[in-house]
């Protein structure tokens, strides 16, 4: 019935309905499976490079972290807090908006992309940032989650004062990713946190490294589900920076 159900969510939005096809395989091909089943070995990988988020920050950039997002835009958080909360559909928390706003302001960056929205948290302290810089855009992209009906709730977080910047896609990353990249041409900074299968990220990777200027900051949420994030940086002979937010490992690359 779930599966029934499911269906019935994606014929609904037929601007979806590619992506039926590419979980199908995702679903049925051994070799991806057996992708997707390598966390336990990434979590090792990933403990031995952690570091503190401030030593990562200073890692990346040679500075010194600025104070918390928060601590400079409190009154805003509090009032995404109090709208995420009256929310009658539960999605995910904020996660390195510390460091997004930090690398951002960083680069002084004028052209973004992110992948996976949920609330909007990311957006948020990404668009904090931006907001000062003229003719500076972020483009997300979000697929809502399979039959929850969490559409209207997408970014929510982020308040209509701070949405002139803004672009949200509400479709998959096959579709999202190449439409977000022609409009926005060279990116500053990419912050991947959407599809987490091997089979994804190994699709998405490439692409948004490709676009990214010499200089810009590759960040990628959850890279303790699987190897993925480690064989793209082998692949890339570039050292990562790791650090963990609520349990959870978030890397980060300068392309050279």
């Known amino acids: 019935m779930s599966k029934v159900r499911n269906l019935i969510w994606f014929l609904k939005r037929p ?14 091909r051994p070799a991806i499976v057996a992708m997707d089943a390598t966390g336990e070995e990434s979590l090792r990988w990933c403990r031995e490079r952690e570091v503190d988020m401030a030593t990562a920050f200073r890692k990346l950039t040679g500075q ?9 835009f409190g009154e805003v958080f509090a009032t995404s807090e ?19 706003y930090w690398i951002c302001e960083f680069l002084q960056a004028k052209s973004v992309i992110e992948t996976g929205v949920a609330y909007g948290w990311s957006s948020l302290a ?7 810089r003229p003719g500076a855009r972020l483009v997300s992209v979000d697929m809502p989650y399979v039959g929850m009906n969490n559409d209207e709730y997408v970014g929510c977080a982020v308040p209509e004062s701070l949405r002139g910047p803004w672009t949200l896609s509400k479709t998959s990353d096959r579709q999202g990713i190449p439409r ?10 990419c912050h991947y946190d959407s599809d987490k299968s091997y089979q994804g990220r190994m ?10 200027r010499g200089g810009g900051i590759f960040v990628s ?18 050292g ?17």
């Open 15 to 28: 601007h979806l309905m590619p992506q039926v096809w590419y979980l199908f395989q995702r679903k049925f």
């Open 64 to 72: 010194e972290a600025p104070v918390p997002v928060r601590e400079r």
């Open 82 to 100: 109090q709208v995420t909360e009256a929310c009658v559909v539960r999605m995910g928390g904020p996660g390195a908006v510390d460091m997004l």
């Open 126 to 132: 990404i668009l904090l940032s931006l907001r000062n």
């Open 180 to 189: 977000g990249l022609r409009q926005l041409g060279a990116i500053d900074i």
């Open 203 to 212: 699709w998405a990777y490439p692409i948004l490294w490709q676009a990214l």
């Open 221 to 238: 949420d959850d890279i303790n589900d699987n190897v993925a994030f480690r064989d793209f940086c082998a692949g890339m002979k570039i």
């Open 240 to 256: 990562p920076v790791i650090f963990s937010v609520h349990g959870k490992f978030v890397g980060m690359m300068t392309k050279p």
